[in-house]
T-cell receptor
Framework: NAGVTQTPKFQVLKTGQSMTLQCAQDMNHNSMYWYRQDPGMGLRLIYYSASEGTTDKGEVPNGYNVSRLNKREFSLRLESAAPSQTSVYFC?????????????FGPGTRLTVL | GENVEQHPSTLSVQEGDSAVIKCTYSDSASNYFPWYKQELGKRPQLIIDIRSNVGEKKDQRIAVTLNKTAKHFSLHITETQPEDSAVYFCAATLLTGRRALTFGSGTRLQVQP
């Protein structure tokens, strides 16, 4: 199993450009998440998807959109990139349960917006 | 919403010493508290977790304690080794609904050989 995969690994954009970050998992997990990580601020939730066909906003959703294409894939789109969106983006997935909620993270996408 | 505070932001110890990282949370409904380790340039990985019906959990050199009344939980690493050097994040969530994690701001642990 590849676990959670993300593409691309690195990206440089100019202000106003758009792009889509791709995420896929092969663990048959229902729940998927997008986080951003900024220095000294931990990871903050952008959007999440509890199951195929559903998405909901997290703590910092402004400037982003998401699509849960199917059970495996959850993409994050920046319509008009801004320097404030320079960050490392992590996708994660988990299996719902009342006992454990281990989230498995992808390798991250390092995005720079000039 | 939930808010998690983590201290200290940096921690330097000698190899073989113990390290303690502390977190407090604001939402008394939270019932799941994981700890993640993130090495430089890598993804966060779960190292230990605890549910609110348990006060302490241990896994070899790592232990987590939870005080529900005070709403704080701590990570204890004993007999530290250079490979323990990393950034450690605490998190909290409720195991129903979105179950998305609220993370602390991280602790950079440096183990000096």
């Amino acid at each position: 199993n590849a676990g959670v995969t993300q593409t691309p690994k690195f990206q440089v954009l100019k202000t106003g450009q758009s792009m889509t970050l791709q995420c896929a998992q092969d663990m048959n997990h229902n729940s998927m998440y997008w986080y951003r990580q900024d220095p000294g601020m931990g990871l903050r939730l952008i959007y999440y998807s509890a199951s195929e066909g559903t998405t909901d906003k997290g703590e910092v959703p402004n400037g982003y959109n998401v699509s849960r294409l199917n059970k495996r894939e959850f993409s994050l789109r920046l319509e008009s990139a801004a320097p404030s969106q320079t960050s490392v983006y992590f996708c994660a997935s988990s299996v719902p349960g009342l006992v454990l909620n281990e989230q498995f993270f992808g390798p991250g996408t390092r995005l720079t917006v000039l | 919403g939930e808010n998690v505070e983590q201290h200290p932001s940096t921690l330097s110890v000698q190899e073989g010493d113990s390290a303690v990282i502390k977190c407090t949370y604001s939402d008394s409904a939270s019932n799941y508290f994981p700890w993640y380790k993130q090495e430089l340039g890598k993804r966060p990985q779960l190292i230990i977790d605890i549910r609110s019906n348990v006060g302490e959990k241990k896994d070899q050199r790592i232990a987590v304690t939870l005080n529900k009344t005070a709403k704080h939980f701590s990570l204890h690493i004993t007999e530290t080794q250079p490979e323990d050097s990393a950034v450690y994040f605490c998190a909290a969530t409720l195991l129903t609904g979105r179950r998305a994690l609220t993370f602390g701001s991280g602790t950079r642990l440096q183990v000096q050989p």
